[in-house]
C-alpha cells in the first residue's frame, strides 16, 4: 500500500510518499518527498490548479490507495485558515475523483506519535524525523517536513512493526 501525505497550503504543500513494506526490519518505507510552491502572482484559482495538477501527477505516478493530512481544528494564524481549507478542499476532490480513503490526524497526535510529548515544537519534530528516516537530503522547508511527519506519524500508528 502506498500512502500520500500531504501538508496543504496555498503558498507551499508539502507532500510526502511512503510505502507498507515487507521487509523484516520496518513496516515501511520512505519513498518521497517534495514541496508544490504557487506563485503570489497568480490569481487563487490558478494557484489552486497548479496545486491540483501537480498532486494529480503523483497520484498517477504514484497510485497511492490513501491520503492523509493534518486536520485544522484551531488555527493561529486567520489570514492562513480559508487559502489552507481551500487547498484542503483540492484534496478532498482529488480523492473523491480517484476513490482514495482520506484519513485525518490532529496536529497533537501527529507530535504524540512521534515526538511522544502532545506539545512538541518543529525542532523536536525535525530531530525525529532526521533520526528515523535518516533522509539522504534534509527538506528546506517545514511544509515538506509537515507532510513527512503527517504520513510517518500514520505509518507508526497503522504499520504493525513485522518480525
Known amino acids: 500500500m502506498i500512502l500520500l501525505a500531504i501538508d496543504p497550503g496555498l503558498e507551499k504543500t508539502g507532500y510526502a510518499l511512503f510505502e507498507k513494506s515487507s521487509e523484516a526490519k520496518?513496516?515501511?518505507?520512505?519513498?518521497t518527498s517534495g514541496l508544490i510552491v504557487t506563485s503570489k502572482n497568480l490569481l487563487k484559482e490558478e494557484r489552486l490548479l497548479n496545486i491540483y495538477e501537480s498532486l494529480l501527477k503523483l497520484i498517477n505516478d504514484f497510485h497511492p490507495q490513501k491520503i492523509v493530512f493534518e486536520n485544522i481544528f484551531y488555527f493561529k494564524n486567520q489570514k492562513t485558515i480559508v487559502p489552507v481549507s481551500q487547498a484542503q478542499g483540492v484534496i478532498l476532490l482529488l480523492a473523491g475523483q480517484k476513490k482514495i480513503p482520506l484519513e485525518y490526524l490532529s496536529p497533537l497526535n501527529i507530535k504524540q506519535i512521534i515526538t511522544g510529548y502532545g506539545r512538541a515544537d518543529k525542532k523536536a519534530i525535525k530531530?525525529?524525523?532526521d533520526l528515523t528516516l535518516k533522509l539522504p537530503k534534509k527538506p528546506a522547508d517545514d511544509n515538506e517536513y509537515d507532510a513527512i511527519a503527517c504520513g510517518l506519524a500514520y505509518c507508526f500508528q497503522n504499520f504493525k512493526l513485522l518480525k
Open 26 to 31: 520496518i513496516s515501511y518505507q520512505f519513498l
Open 127 to 129: 530531530k525525529m524525523i
